[in-house]
């Protein structure tokens, strides 16, 4: 967000949407704000720009770290979150993977790759080894955290990494013969499922049992086990959403009546409200709470 020239993350409650508070992201600062903010331990921000990285208390909004590029004005990957909160890792244009204390933003170990450089890292769930990729002529792989040697690989390219807060899994955007959407064990090195096309992925949904997937027109939900999709998410650009079925259940803001009223006929909309409509259906289908 920008207020007035000032760039700032902005922090919001779950599941109430209340404003909790505004934290600069450091674009005055090195700090391009690329890169979404993430949590660690619920009370540490990390804001992940396209360089440098800072550490903000989220109570307080005072800065508890910098982390610049060691090239001036150079890439380095998002940063990815240990499952306990405590540590971070970021990659670099050296090749080299850096993990770092998420309190104090001192660093603790760094891994040499033989990647020319690194565009994406993502912690496995067990926070035993760290997945890295990237989108030119370099292989993917995971690297054990402890040892740091290299558990398996791929010549082949990818970009758009995620990875998921259960059962080690990342998804990533594979640039072989065909491009297509993987789901990939990091603790196996074993493929789980995969979408030929040009999909790429937002994320897992907090059951670990949905990927959010992009394409050019849709954004859709699809079964990691299966790589098949399952729902349809619709939104508006007055805020407004519908998270659809195939077999035609929904879910919907209340405001989105008003849409789906311009688009069936005010009549037709009625029924399909009183027939189809499911409140909590999103919740449900992607919360860990049944």
């Known amino acids: ?32 704000g690329e890169n979404p903010a993430v949590f660690a331990n619920g009370d540490r921000v990390i804001i992940s720009g396209a360089g440098t990285k800072f550490g903000w208390n989220a109570a307080t909004g005072r800065r508890i770290f910098k982390i610049p ?30 993990r770092y204390k998420s309190a104090t933003g001192k660093l603790l170990v760094t891994l040499q790759t033989n990647a020319y450089y690194i565009e994406f890292v993502a912690y ?10 990237s989108d030119s002529e370099h292989p993917y792989f995971a690297v054990d955290i402890l ?9 082949t390219p990818c970009y758009g990494l995620e990875a998921s807060s259960k059962d ?3 998804a990533f955007t594979e640039m072989g013969d065909d491009t297509k959407l993987v789901v990939l064990n990091v ?7 995969s979408l030929v096309g040009d999909y790429w992925t937002e994320g897992f949904t907090p059951n670990g049992k949905y990927l959010f997937v992009n394409d050019e027109n849709h954004r859709r939900l699809m079964n990691v086990k299966t790589g098949k999709f ?13 998270f659809y079925s195939d077999d035609g259940r929904f879910d919907a803001s209340t405001g989105a009546k008003w849409h789906i009223s311009k688009a069936l006929g005010n009549e037709e909309a009625e029924q399909y409200w009183k027939n189809f409509h499911q409140p909590g259906l999103f919740y449900k289908t992607v919360s860990e709470v049944q």
């Open 230 to 242: 399952e729902y349809n998410f619709a939104t508006f650009s007055d805020g407004e959403w519908v």
């Open 124 to 133: 496995s769930s067990d926070g035993q080894r760290i997945f890295s990729c």
């Open 69 to 98: 590029s060691p090239l001036d004005g150079h890439y380095t990957s998002p940063v990815s979150v240990s499952p306990d909160g405590e540590q971070f890792v970021v990659g670099f244009m050296d090749g080299t993977i850096k």
């Open 168 to 170: 080690n899994l990342v």
């Open 147 to 155: 040892s740091g040697e290299t558990v398996f690989k791929s010549d």
């Open 187 to 193: 603790a196996s090195g074993e493929v789980v499922s």
């Open 1 to 32: 967000m920008n207020d007035e020239g000032r760039a700032y993350i902005r922090l919001y409650e779950i599941p109430s949407g209340r404003l909790i508070k505004n934290i600069p992201n450091g674009l005055s600062d090195g700090c391009d």
